[in-house]
């Protein structure tokens, strides 16, 4: 029995490690050269080439390195039969929530005034107040939960949207309610799943029913957002700024109108990155789990793609 690493854009050198360290008794592949192809029980993937995984004839248990399974998934090749589970890491909560808040709070304390004045060697004191901000979460899963929570309790007005109820400690809207929900807020924090429902769901349209100019913050997928529409609902003067963390093509390239625009902010799709230790942890657990036919922590469901 062996493990596999598919994972041709990210850097494995730390996986391995780890994967070393922690299972020194399981033989590991890393990407898809290997002479034992049938031997391959487990593979852990992020944007495996599509077909790649059919070579391994025994694979019992796929597990997505990231968060997010669109990568995954877009590959129509792998049979229905094997599970597919994510990693669901608090560490990624964590450094997720904190990316939200450092785009909230510069946005709300004003940050680039203030550092504009430093260049300027001018002393802004009284020229700059605190936005009022109304954070809305769109997308209150796992990530989205936690970030949502946390602005909840510094005591931000926080506002969530889920596709069905979910349980919450600020109001929260779900299914036909996301008029609604757009109505209450003036920040959007966009951590949707990416499927073929959210695809395009940041568009002009959208951010022509938004009640007060807003702040967009986006931590999801990049096809979630149309970038031109970004762009003029921005010169609109319907978004007062964009904090964009992922785009439509990654990396994003050199021509994008984005990179000049003074009222966006842009990260390499650094939101939130994969912790090698905790994820070899989990997915170890599960295939154990497999193997003794219990349930699987974490497991895709393949008709919502999250
Ligand atoms: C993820 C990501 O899905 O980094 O984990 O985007």
Known sequence: MRFAIIAPPVPTKEWKQNFEKIAPHIPLVIGLDTKYPEEVECAMVWCQPKGSLTAFKNLKLIFSMGAGVDHVLKDDTIPGHIPICRVVDPQMAFSMTNYILMALLNHHRSWYEFQASQNKKHWSQFEFTERPVK????????LGMHAANEIHHLGFPV?????????????SYAGNEFIEFIKQINVLVCSVPYTPKTHGLLNYELFEKLKEPTYLINVSRGNVQVEKDIVKALDKGLLSGAFLDVFEKEPLPKTSPLWDHPKVKITPHVASLTYPKESTRQVLNCFSRLEKGLSLPNQVDRTKMY
């Open 135 to 142: 954070v809305g979460v769109l997308g209150i899963g796992y």
């Open 159 to 171: 506002f969530g949207y889920s596709n069905s109820p979910k349980k919450t400690d600020f109001p």
